[in-house]
């Protein structure tokens, strides 16, 4: 992976920052989770979530009302297991989808949600109504 993105003067994590976020972007279906799990062993642990939490929202924006998805999903949450904060990324990623397309879902989860979770449930588009099913929870 190349790390010439950025000036110089950089600093490194900075130049490995956009040079891991390059790479996302070009990376193949078929090579997204080794490239995910390289970069989740960057010697900047903050750095390289930051990375991986931007890449997850852009490929769940992307990937959302694909059948894919859960298959997807289910892999990326396995590579970025033992990081908590990614992980609850990917649930409730998992809980906005089942929300805007009408899926089945239960309350109980959304109460201990992040606010950008709250916030991107009360600004998605309204074309279809966000339901639950009591008997479910």
Excluded at 55 to 78: C, F, I, K, N
Aim: overall charge negative.
């Amino acid at each position: 992976m190349s790390t010439d993105v950025l000036g110089e003067d950089e600093p490194r994590e900075h130049v490995r920052f956009a040079a891991y976020l390059h790479a996302l972007e070009q990376v193949t279906d078929d090579d997204e989770l080794a490239l995910v799990t390289e970069v989740l062993t960057d010697p900047d642990p903050t750095m390289a979530q930051s990375v991986i939490a931007r890449h997850l929202d852009g490929r769940a924006t992307d990937m959302l009302e694909r059948p894919e998805y859960v298959s997807w999903a289910q892999a990326m949450a396995r590579a970025v297991e033992p990081r908590p904060f990614l992980v609850q990324r990917l649930h409730e990623w998992s809980l906005f989808r089942a929300i805007s397309l009408a899926q089945p879902w239960v309350p109980s989860p959304l109460t201990g949600s992040s606010n950008w979770l709250q916030r991107k449930i009360v600004e998605r588009p309204r074309s279809t109504p966000a339901c639950w099913h009591p008997e479910r929870g």
